[in-house]
């Protein structure tokens, strides 16, 4: 339980993490895909799980992901629109980045595929030669923490009534935590608070209490409350909109404020603004203000509703710039009919939408007395930081002959405290027998840091780790690791990253009959490569190579005859780094490894 951490995140912009230069969030979603969520239900041992991580201008998504025990071989793979249980529209064929039962690639996005993934309104779907209507589907989860807003006035109480006090505030739940984390200002109350709570009921509704809020002092109430200690269903009826708080007065026994508990959604922000992120530093100031920041369903404006206290605003602007740097106005917000409310709709362009994901948006309240502002908040919004990864025999250190094969997806708060994961593995020589998250660089045996649970085919977990931990896993210094009986100090292994560094897997093995006896020189190449191999049929095939992210960098079309034969092939268009070559036969659509490349810097 991290308590410190979340109330200084709260109400000072403070973090738990150590600081490392440009941890910049992402939007990443994962689906795990099964038989049962088919409609109808299909009855199959196959599992999938894939991942979409889009680029920062979100016109591109890479992706990642794994298919096992499938019935039969993969005929389609596509996106769709609809929650769960419903059957929509096609938004994405997948099948480019299909390589046997591995998905690896870039892939260029239509808007209308981010506008569906955010409201929880997209599916994939796997059909097979065996079940051609459908064998495997799942639905798509944004990687993000919850947040969810309360404006609490005497109105909303039932019955209503005229107190002109007012309370502004929310609760936020990282995902990983144990605890959900409460923060509310509470303003011009007519007399003492007797009891503050979260109860369950719809507008108008009064119902059961849930559970009491404690520590109020000097206008906040704020504090941690045990998932243990809430209804099981807690964050599921939380989002439908389920559960509204109540403060309760010496004057207004039965209720003096109350306000809905409404879901912001998965890409949104509430946030702090108080003196301490002024730059430079000013100096203390009485204000304090929370931020709330709600995207429109197309994603292309932006709804800000700013809650001042302690001081009388000239203006209350959103500003463009990182923290620790001061920047031009955006916008001004405008004020309400509630003195201490400032709220304004806005467009947003690609390049403010890119702004506010990446944290480069910030409230500034200015006064008379500090017309370059007295506060300042950063609109540091729910998305998490995101890594898609492969685990196999070669990244094991040494290397192990296996032909089992693994995909994984992680995402860590921006804070540092909290590491959500899922993994699918396939053709292990047996059970796995223990697997753990251990730290050190590639090529290289670290310690184990966190076990992980052993389940069959897919692991997933959520750990609440160290800050120092969560800088490694950014800088690429963790990696999984999965044991065997046969091989007790790991079969396979997967560096936690965004990029994927094992040959690639399944649907590879068809043409090995045909080309055998491949060698690959220079290694490491640099301007030409040269590769040899020995071909038992003629055909017309394309030599690719792709970049760790899975990216298509190169093309080459070849005629291979029958016998030996050397190709050369001009690199010098390729930046450094690491790549898999591959021979691909369009006519057959199979895939062969040739081998794992780098190109010198």
Same mark, same amino acid.
């Given at each position: 339980?991290? !308590? ?214 000097? &206008? ?25 708080? !109540?403060? #309760? ?5 039965? &209720? ?78 405008? @004020? ?36 370059? &502002? ?23 250190? @040494? ?36 697997? +753990? ?12 840091? +966190? ?72 290694? @490491? ?69 040739? #081998? ?6």
């Amino acid at each position: 339980m991290k !308590a410190t951490p979340f109330l200084l995140f709260l109400f000072a912009a403070s973090f738990c993490a150590v600081p490392l230069k440009a941890q910049l969030p992402h939007l990443i979603f994962h689906a795990e895909l099964n038989g049962s969520e088919q409609i109808p239900a299909v009855t199959t041992a196959g599992r999938g799980l894939i991942t979409l991580l889009y680029s920062p201008d979100r016109t591109k998504v890479t992706v990642s992901g794994l298919l096992v025990d499938l019935d039969g071989d993969v005929t389609a793979l596509t996106l769709h629109i609809g929650k769960t249980g419903e059957v929509g529209a096609e938004l994405l064929d997948l099948m480019p980045v299909v390589h046997g039962r591995e998905l690896f690639g870039e892939v260029d996005v239509p808007q209308a595929l981010l506008q569906n993934l955010l409201p929880d309104r997209a599916y994939a779907s796997v059909s097979t030669t065996v079940h051609p209507d459908g064998a495997l589907r799942g639905q798509f989860i944004c990687e993000t923490d919850l947040d969810f807003r309360g404006i609490l006035t005497g109105g909303e109480a039932v019955p209503a009534n005229s107190s002109v006090g007012i309370g502004f505030g929310g609760i936020h739940f990282p995902t990983g935590s144990e605890d959900i984390v409460y923060a509310f200002l509470l303003k011009d109350l007519s007399s003492p608070i007797t009891e503050i709570g979260i109860y369950e009921g719809l507008p108008g509704q009064n119902g059961p209490l849930v559970h009491l809020m404690t520590g109020f002092a000097g &206008g906040f109430v704020q504090g941690l409350i045990e998932l243990t200690a809430l209804p099981p269903d807690f964050l599921r009826l939380a989002r439908e909109g389920q559960y509204y708080v !109540a403060v #309760k007065t010496e004057l207004f026994p039965e &209720g003096e404020l109350r306000g809905q508990l409404g879901f912001l959604g998965y890409f949104t922000s509430f946030a702090p603004v108080n003196a301490a992120q002024n730059v430079p530093n000013q100096g203390s100031s009485p204000g304090f203000a929370f931020s709330h920041n709600v995207l429109n369903q197309t994603i292309d404006s932006l709804t800000t509703t700013v809650f001042v206290n302690g001081i009388t605003p000239v203006t209350v602007d959103i500003r463009t710039s990182a923290p620790g740097t001061n920047g031009p106005v955006f916008q001004t917000l405008d @004020p309400t009919a509630t003195p201490s409310i400032f709220r304004k709709t806005y467009p947003l362009d690609a390049l403010h939408l890119t702004d506010f994901a990446q944290g480069r948006l910030y409230v500034s309240v200015t006064t008379a007395a500090r017309p370059n &502002g007295e506060i300042r908040g950063q609109m540091k919004n729910s998305l998490r930081k995101g890594y898609a990864f492969d685990l196999c025999g070669e990244q094991v250190v @040494p290397p192990t002959a296996t032909p089992a094969f693994g995909v994984g997806m992680a995402s860590v708060d921006q804070a540092n405290c909290y590491l959500h994961y899922k993994v699918i593995y396939g053709h292990l020589s047996g059970p796995a027998t223990a697997a +753990y998250i251990c730290q050190a660089f590639p090529t290289l045996n670290g310690s184990a840091i +966190y076990p992980m649970p052993v389940t069959q085919t897919i692991i997933p977990g959520d750990q609440e780790i160290m800050a120092a931990d969560g800088v490694a896993i950014e800088l690429g210094e963790t990696y999984v690791i999965i044991q065997t009986d046969t091989f007790p100090n790991g079969e396979i292994r997967g560096q936690i990253g965004r990029g994927l560094r094992c040959p690639a897997q399944s649907g590879l093995s068809e043409q090995q009959a045909y080309v055998r006896k491949v060698t690959v020189s220079p290694i @490491p190449f640099k301007d030409v490569l040269s590769v040899s191999f020995d071909s038992e049929a003629a055909f017309d095939a394309h030599i690719v190579l792709y970049d760790m992210l899975g990216i298509r960098t190169l093309e080459y079309p070849v005629h291979l005859v029958v016998g030996n034969q050397t190709l050369t092939i001009p690199t010098e268009q390729l930046s450094g780094g690491y790549y898999t070559m591959v021979l691909e036969n369009p006519t057959t659509g199979t895939v062969m490894l040739l #081998k794992k490349l780098i190109r010198q810097y």
